[in-house]
C-alpha cells in the first residue's frame, strides 16, 4: 500500500520534470496500445486515427501549383477549385453538384487529423485510406470503381493533385486487400503534434513507425 501511495503521489502530486516525463511515457504506452487498438476494434479498422503528412488533398496553392497548373493568384474556394480542377472530373463523369455532395469536399490540409469508419460500402467520392507500399498508408478521394468478375477495384486521386499517381504506387486499380479504411471525421491541425516529433527525431536517426 505505501508502495501505491508514492507511485500515485509521484504521478499526480509530483511536480518534477521525472513526474511529468513519467506521466508523457505512461499516457503514450497507454494510448498506444489500449485506446488505440480499442478504437480500432470498434471502427473496424486497423488505422482508426492518421494524421496527414502531404498537401495532397489541399485545395489551396502549394509551391504556386494545384492540379497540376502555376496559378500566380489563387482564392481558396470551393468554386474557385472547382474552375481549375473541375475538368478532370468532368472527364470522369463527376460533376460540380455530385462534388459538392461528396464527404469532405473541400479537402483537408498537412498537419488534420482523419478519423476512420470500415472501408465497407465505397462509393465515388469517398476519402479512402489505402496501402501503397509506401512507408504510411495513402489517403486520397474515390473517383472510379469498377468489378472486375466477383472483384472490386478503385481509383482514386488526390484533390490537389493533377491525376491519379501510378508511378509510384498503382493509384488506379486498388483492390479490396489494400483497403485500411474511409475517413469520416477531420480534426484540424492536431496531426502537426506528430510531424513536429517525427521531424525532430530524423537528425537523430531515430525511425519512427508512421
Known amino acids: 500500500m505505501k508502495m501505491l501511495k508514492k507511485t500515485w503521489k ?3 502530486d509530483d511536480d518534477s520534470v521525472w ?15 489500449l485506446l488505440y487498438p480499442l478504437l480500432g ?18 485545395h489551396g496553392l502549394y509551391q504556386q501549383q494545384i ?3 502555376t496559378i500566380a493568384k489563387f482564392q481558396e474556394s470551393f468554386a474557385n477549385f ?9 472527364g470522369k463523369g463527376i460533376s460540380k453538384q455530385q462534388f459538392q455532395a ?5 479537402g483537408f490540409n498537412k498537419g488534420d487529423v482523419i478519423i476512420l469508419w470500415r472501408a465497407k460500402e465505397v462509393k465515388i467520392g469517398d476519402i ?12 486520397h478521394r474515390v473517383v472510379g470503381i469498377q468489378k472486375i468478375g466477383r472483384e472490386t477495384f478503385y481509383q482514386t486521386k488526390g484533390d490537389h493533385n493533377s491525376d491519379s499517381i501510378n508511378r509510384d504506387f498503382d493509384e488506379s486499380k486498388i483492390s479490396s486487400d489494400r483497403l485500411y ?16 516529433f517525427v521531424d525532430a527525431v530524423k537528425p537523430l536517426g531515430i525511425i519512427i513507425e508512421r
Open 67 to 69: 492540379c497540376g497548373k
Open 19 to 33: 513526474s511529468w516525463l513519467a506521466n508523457i511515457i505512461v499516457a503514450f504506452l497507454v494510448i498506444r496500445y
Open 102 to 106: 461528396f464527404s469532405l469536399r473541400d
Open 41 to 58: 476494434l470498434i471502427l473496424g479498422t486497423p488505422f482508426p486515427i492518421v494524421a496527414v503528412v502531404s498537401e495532397s488533398m489541399e
Open 10 to 12: 509521484f504521478f499526480w
Open 181 to 196: 479504411g474511409k475517413g469520416v471525421v477531420r480534426i484540424p491541425y492536431l496531426g502537426w503534434i506528430k510531424i513536429w
Open 128 to 139: 479512402l485510406v489505402f496501402n501503397g507500399n509506401k512507408a504510411q498508408p495513402i489517403i
Open 82 to 90: 472547382w474552375d481549375v480542377c473541375g475538368n478532370w472530373y468532368e
